[in-house]
């Protein structure tokens, strides 16, 4: 409890300061003027917390007295948590009057300095507070504000019927404008990296799912343009931090963002969502050609993978099946664990090399999903230190919600510019 305590205490204690330094950012004393009227309405709706002192309406918040004072009344975790949700809401209000009354990339420019000075003190924790407005206002809202009115409408509907409960509820408005206040009440007391990866796998989704409906608005050069020039200015903002989770996997397909490492890294397990292995295999067979010793494990039958994709006999398959065949290394649904041993046995007679596993929706039908999990996460244990790389081709119609978000945490999305 004094755990829980102590992190909300931390969030609470940030997003007042948060409100404080965002404030003291907006230099001209006619764009401070803006928010007056709204720190005066919430000090009367929040009487507990903003007594008399509190709040300076020349200037803004006098941070410590609010903190005794909301110290002094109330305690325990639950005020802790409604106090922050308050501030959440405050902030999203100033921001959002201070936007209307200069303009939005300006109050996103305040965002990101009053945001850098807070990590600074706070350290990356305070990332699963401010990344909701980085991710869905820098980005996301910046794209959709091109869009007309009906694209604008298409997309709120896909947000809407999305199972992520993380973004179900943000709000977006007719001109593409997105309040992000429920998805930083509904993200900011998660344990910090299941947090940052719940809202970067949910992010990743709304982009990818809603891509096509604006790139079909804008069309194909100017969509692809607007995107990669968002993604560049955030990463250059916040590399170190989101190159760590995947930021690569928020990319649609076509899109090209010079900052995101294009390189197909060592140590990773990479998976590629497709009907047909087609890509996976491109990558696969590409790396052989560049000089990586290959393994394929695959459900087909092993001549036909070799005269389908001109694979030479030097490369091994193993084929994932009940049959045995003579002059073939196979593997029925008894003996998965020998999968383990196999890439132990490839990783240590190789200097570097790529393993490919073709198999995946017949060994989640023949073991089951979490098996197959428990597997994969022993295969990744033997890569990781290693200049080995696994790549899972499965097809997505294969596998639920549920599955397809404890696959993404283990692995890394493929996309079509990576290069070996």
């Given at each position: ?101 200069t303009s939005s990339e ?68 007719e001109n593409g404008e ?176 790529v393993i490919l596993l ?63």
């Open positions: 409890m004094n755990n829980q305590l102590n992190r909300k205490n931390f969030l609470r204690d940030g997003s007042i300061v948060f409100t404080n330094i965002f404030l003291s950012n907006i230099a001209p004393e006619e764009e401070f003027n803006t928010v007056r009227a709204t720190l005066s309405k919430h000090a009367k709706q929040f009487p507990r917390m903003l007594d008399k002192g509190c709040i300076d309406l020349n200037r803004g918040l006098n941070t410590n007295m609010i903190l005794k004072n909301i110290d002094r009344k109330e305690e325990g975790v639950e005020c802790v948590s409604k106090v922050c949700r308050e501030f959440i809401s405050l902030n999203t209000k100033i921001m959002d009057i201070y936007a209307s009354t300006k109050m996103k420019d305040v965002f990101e300095q009053t945001f850098r000075e807070l990590v600074k003190t706070y350290g990356e924790e305070f990332y699963l507070y401010g990344l909701p407005f980085i991710l869905f206002k820098e980005i996301f809202e910046t794209f959709l504000m091109e869009c007309r009115k009906k694209t604008i409408v298409d997309v709120k509907n896909k947000i809407r019927g999305m199972d992520e409960i993380i973004v179900k509820q943000m709000g977006v408005d997105i309040n992000i206040e429920k998805v930083q009440e509904n993200i900011v007391f998660f344990p910090f990296e299941e947090g940052v990866n719940r809202l970067i796998y949910a992010f990743s989704r709304v982009m990818n799912i809603c891509y096509p409906i604006i790139q079909e608005d804008l069309g194909v050069e100017k969509a692809e343009k607007l995107c990669s020039g968002l993604f560049e200015k955030i990463l250059r903002n916040h590399r170190s931090f989101l190159s760590k989770y995947k930021i690569s996997d928020a990319v649609p397909n076509g899109v090209n963002v010079p900052m995101i490492k294009s390189l197909f890294e060592p140590g990773k397990i990479y998976l590629k969502e497709e009907e047909k292995p087609m890509h996976a295999f491109k990558i696969f067979l590409t790396s052989i050609e560049q000089g990586y010793s290959g393994i394929c494990i695959t459900k087909n039958y092993p001549d036909n993978i070799r005269n389908k994709y001109s694979l030479k006999k030097e490369t091994p398959i193993i084929w994932f099946t009940s049959l045995k065949t003579e002059g073939e290394t196979c593997i029925s649904c008894e003996e998965t664990q020998r999968l383990v041993k196999i890439t132990k046995d490839f990783v240590t007679n190789n200097d570097a090399g073709d198999c995946m929706s017949r060994l989640i039908t023949t073991v089951g999903y979490d098996d197959t999990l428990s597997l994969l996460n022993r295969m990744i244990t033997i890569v990781k230190p290693s200049n080995f790389r696994i790549i899972v081709s499965v097809n997505p119609q294969t596998l639920d919600e549920s599955e397809r978000y404890s696959l993404s945490k283990i692995t890394t999305k493929l996309s079509k510019t990576m290069k070996p």
